[in-house]
């Protein structure tokens, strides 16, 4: 009965994972089709505007709400039988602490919109983006935590493409400000699904707030915020430096880089947003054999799709960006191989974060970003900003490293087939570098 139970629970998982992987594979697709269309109408500072708002409304939501949403996956396994009381709770105590930094910024208002560059209305924005986006957040963690695949394929269905063409519609039609309509029409669409969470959970839940599901949400989430912060160093590090060292230009180069690399993370992390909670029902069982055995499986399909974004990624920016931007070939292989060390260290923090060991992914998380910041510092100024490229695969590289050396010291079973990982990390780095050398070949040279 038991592996019947089982067997159940890994169909309905890999299903789960098929099925919310094609859906943002569709989006993704959309969303790069966009890309020629926004920067002909979207002038490049409105652009950076609503770029600067997303950056900033992201860590915002760590910090509002204390990083609780984190620890909805782990909940829902520990409050299986009161899962609706534990989400309620999750839910009124991110309002009351969304509300209290909305106070005090409400006071200081003037100080902290000279900081940020904010308007009125975007401050406004900026809470109420928070508050509907946790909202979001909690309720398809929920759902992908059950593998409600189907409900999550119309969500994604819905908001991906349409949130693109209201952002357009949006921009044409706004006289001024019409990076508001990038923010708006990119968000909207996830503010409504956020509300309507919001209000089905509270009711499911009775509007329950009890203190035990608090400070269990706070006894994981609170070391996580360091975590969370240095991940978005490490992800945001790179530009702000080019943009002080070099120049703007450069810093956009390799912006689009980036962007376009980390497709391959997007896509991969709605997998891994499918085998997370997957894997903890496992670890609950004791039964790490078919976690080794499965995660093999998803090594290889990482190799597969690295492989193919880089064989595909020259011609897409020759077809899709301007002239400018075709330098951007060089970056996107070795800043590939940064998303898949990314993508990588997941399985190894999954096991920390099981085992309730959160205060280690802090420390693995700061040092890899402190040591990513000190490379670009370093090497920057002497090699150019083509050099952030490989500063960032180190610190990925380190990430993975490092939370890999502390899972071992948490938890020595064999999980995971780590040499075959490395290998794979090892093939797709001699692969990057092979490509790098044949754009000169096959392109032009710069």
């Known amino acids: 009965m038991h592996s019947e139970k089982n067997l159940s629970d890994n169909t309905k998982t890999a299903r789960a994972a098929l099925v919310n992987t094609t859906a943002n594979i569709i989006m993704t697709i959309v969303a790069m089709l966009m890309i020629p269309i926004t920067t002909r109408i979207l002038h490049t500072g409105d652009l950076g505007n609503a770029v600067s708002f997303f ?6 939501l760590n910090i509002f709400t204390l990083a609780s949403y984190t620890a909805v996956n782990r909940g829902l396994l520990e409050f299986h039988d009161n899962k609706f ?11 009351v602490t969304i509300g209290l930094f909305g106070l005090v910024y409400g006071i200081f208002r003037s100080f902290f919109e000279s900081i940020l560059g904010f308007t009125p209305l975007l401050s406004f924005l900026l809470f109420f983006s928070v508050l509907l986006w946790m909202s979001y957040t909690i309720g398809t963690t929920y759902l992908l935590y059950h593998n409600r695949y189907k409900t999550m394929f119309c969500i994604t269905m819905c908001i991906g493409p349409f949130s693109q063409f209201l ?6 039609h706004l006289n001024s400000d019409k990076y508001l309509g990038r923010i708006i029409g990119l968000d909207g669409f996830y503010w409504i699904i956020g509300f309507l969470f919001l209000i089905l959970i509270l009711l499911k839940g009775h509007f329950t707030f009890k203190k035990i599901y608090i400070k269990y949400a706070l006894s994981l989430s609170l070391p996580l915020i360091p975590h969370l912060l240095a991940q978005t160093l490490l992800s945001q590090s790179d530009i702000i430096m080019i943009t002080n060292m070099c120049n703007s230009d450069k810093s956009g180069i390799y912006s689009m880089a980036y962007t376009i690399a980390m497709v391959l993370y997007a896509l991969l992390s709605q997998i891994m947003a499918v085998w997370s909670p997957w894997c903890y029902r496992r670890l609950n069982e004791k039964n790490t054999s078919v976690i080794y055995q499965y995660s093999k499986v998803l090594y290889f399909v990482a190799l597969i799709m690295s492989i193919g974004l880089m064989m595909i990624s020259p011609e897409a920016v020759s077809l899709f960006l301007a002239d400018s931007y075709h330098e951007c070939m060089y970056l996107i292989p070795i800043i590939i191989v940064g998303m898949f060390f990314l993508f990588s260290y997941t399985f190894f923090y999954d096991i920390e974060y099981y085992h309730k060991k959160t205060i280690l992914i802090a420390v693995a998380s700061i040092l890899a970003a402190s040591i990513n910041i000190v490379l670009n510092l370093i090497f920057i100024p002497v090699l150019g900003y083509i050099a952030a490229g490989y500063t960032t695969a180190i610190g990925y590289f380190l990430l993975m490293l490092l939370h890999m050396i502390f899972m071992k010291k948490i ?9 075959m990982l490395f290998i794979a990390s090892l093939f797709v780095l001699i692969f990057a570098l092979l490509m790098v050398y044949l754009i000169d070949i096959f392109f032009y040279a710069i």
Do not use: G
């Not at 950056?55 to 915002?60: G, K, L, Q, T, Y």
């Not at 009381?85 to 309002?95: A, V």
């Not at 952002?167 to 044409?172: G, H, K, R, V």
């Open 411 to 419: 938890d020595n079973r064999k999980i995971y087939n780590i040499p």
């Open 167 to 172: 952002a357009i519609f949006l921009i044409l």
């Open 55 to 60: 950056s900033i409304r992201n860590i915002c």
């Open 85 to 95: 009381e534990f989400l309620s709770s999750l839910l009124l105590f991110n309002l």
